[in-house]
């Protein structure tokens, strides 16, 4: 009895000394998936805590755990408000997720841990004050309320699931709004790759400045490099030809660069040709970061470097400021590149001054910021798309819901023929329809499972202004 007695006292021990040692590598060298989820609840819980102002565990729990993978419900945080960090492990010591916010440029992920480094790309940002409420909008945020508009934003169909916040615009007029329960018209939304078109009308600014050219190239420093033959209008419309895998499901290329990556565009400029330049249409956030490096050392000059603060406040000074987006924040990453493919926070209001901005041909209270067609031209159909894309980081259709791949999700909803789309993830929307003068911006938290279309939202206001 002795005998068994020890050798199970012997078994016990070796499987606590296993045991211990899979905790301790886990620890020590988590799996990638895991540091992806890590990042990513660190970095969504800080950006909606210091930019959004929101409660840090209503975020976990909202935003991270309840749409996300089931292995989120393992995060644990730990937020320090002083030094504006977050941290985020599964079962509170596997994944070493890190944030840090950086004031002007908002939050990053930190994956090196080189928080100091991190914490160079900062400006601090003017005070702009929010818009008056007693001012029409857009100078002002006070409403010119439509009824019968306004009641299809009651409608919850309409609205659609986990809807945080919808404006519709006509003729330059605030005509009806909605918040979900929580939010208001002052919360920063985060508009994912909406983000792209604010990046693609940065590209135009500095087109205008005469610093870029839509047919340049040679963006990679070897003459030899087969990537150098792509050009700015071929990474305007997702047609460079570059490897990039966009799936979320997984460690990709995707969510490897925005949260196992300190410098994200050096690693999209790393990837390879999967395709000759322009023959092929690819819609990567990638691609996105790249077109942010380019503008950003365009804008660079001998005074300024490409990360410097001068060039990180060119968003605000040239575009948020000329707007009134007294709330938007474009975010950089760890080595200062503008995260512009899904990074920016805005209120519903601003996001709809920016939307009304494009509708304008890029002028805005008579002062022209775009060139004259550049907006025209980010409509226009990218060649390779097969109809589903502009040239200018812009959609030329809405979310597919559940339509069939290969289907226009646009045919039944009838939807005028002009109309084109800003689009994000998890429900983020913006439809501008030029011919009706016409805007409709949807935020919310809406997986794409859910196949929610805010296409019928469009449909009902546009009948409704008939």
């Not at 494009?358 to 025209?376: C, M, S």
């Not at 226009?408 to 439809?431: C, M, R, V």
Request: proline share 7%.
């Amino acid at each position: 009895m002795a005998r068994w007695l020890k050798l199970a006292a012997a078994a016990v021990l070796v499987l606590l000394v296993l045991l211990g040692g899979a905790v301790l590598t886990l620890a020590l060298h988590p799996p990638e998936l895991l540091r992806v989820g890590a990042g990513y609840g660190a970095k969504m819980v800080c950006s909606n805590v210091f930019i959004a102002g929101r409660d840090a565990q209503a975020v976990l729990a909202d935003d991270v755990q309840a749409p996300g993978h089931p292995i989120l419900k393992l995060l644990r945080l730990r937020v320090d408000t002083d030094r504006k960090l977050v941290r985020a492990d599964l079962l509170g010591f596997v994944g070493k997720g890190l944030a840090v916010y950086r004031p002007g440029t908002g939050c990053a992920v930190v994956p090196d841990g080189e928080v100091g480094k991190a914490m160079q790309y900062q400006f601090a940002p003017l005070k702009v004050w929010a818009p008056s409420s007693s001012v029409p909008w857009p100078t002002g945020s006070q409403p010119e309320t439509v009824p019968a508009v306004q009641a299809l934003l009651e409608q919850d169909a309409l609205a659609g699931p986990g809807m945080r916040g919808i404006a519709v615009i006509h003729q330059g007029r605030l005509i009806a709004q909605r918040y979900g329960a929580g939010f208001h018209a002052g919360v920063p939304l985060l508009g994912w790759s909406m983000t792209k078109t604010v990046s693609a009308a940065l590209v135009g600014m500095q087109i205008a400045d005469g610093t870029l050219k839509p047919q340049q190239n040679g963006f990679w420093p070897d003459a030899g490099d087969p990537r150098a033959a792509i050009t700015l209008a071929q990474l305007m419309a997702m047609s460079s030809g570059l490897q990039f895998n966009e799936g979320y499901g997984a460690v990709s290329d995707v969510t490897r660069m925005l949260y196992l990556e300190p410098d994200m565009a050096a690693y999209s400029g790393s990837l390879p040709l999967a395709q000759a330049p322009g023959s092929t249409w690819n819609y990567s956030s990638g691609t996105t970061l790249l077109l942010s490096r380019i503008w950003q050392r365009a804008a660079a000059d001998a005074k300024h470097a490409a990360t410097s603060a001068a060039v990180l406040s060119l968003p605000r000074e040239r575009l948020f400021d000329p707007l009134g987006m007294s709330s938007a924040v474009m975010e950089a990453d760890a080595r200062g590149n503008m995260v512009g493919s899904s990074y920016m926070y805005a209120s519903t209001q601003d996001w709809a001054r920016f939307g009304q901005f494009l509708l304008q041909d890029g002028v805005w209270q008579g002062k022209r910021l775009l060139p004259e067609g550049f907006v025209a031209g980010m409509q226009q159909v990218a060649p390779a798309s097969g109809g589903q894309y502009g040239q200018g980081q812009v959609w030329r259709r809405g979310p597919s819901g559940a339509t069939p791949e290969g289907q226009n999700p646009d045919l039944p909803f009838k939807l005028p023929a002009d109309t084109y789309w800003l689009e994000g993830h998890d429900g983020q929307s913006i439809a501008i329809v030029p011919s009706k003068q016409l805007l409709v911006v949807r935020l919310g938290l809406t997986p794409h499972s859910l196949n929610y279309q805010p296409q019928a939202l469009l449909a009902a206001v546009v009948k409704a202004l008939e």
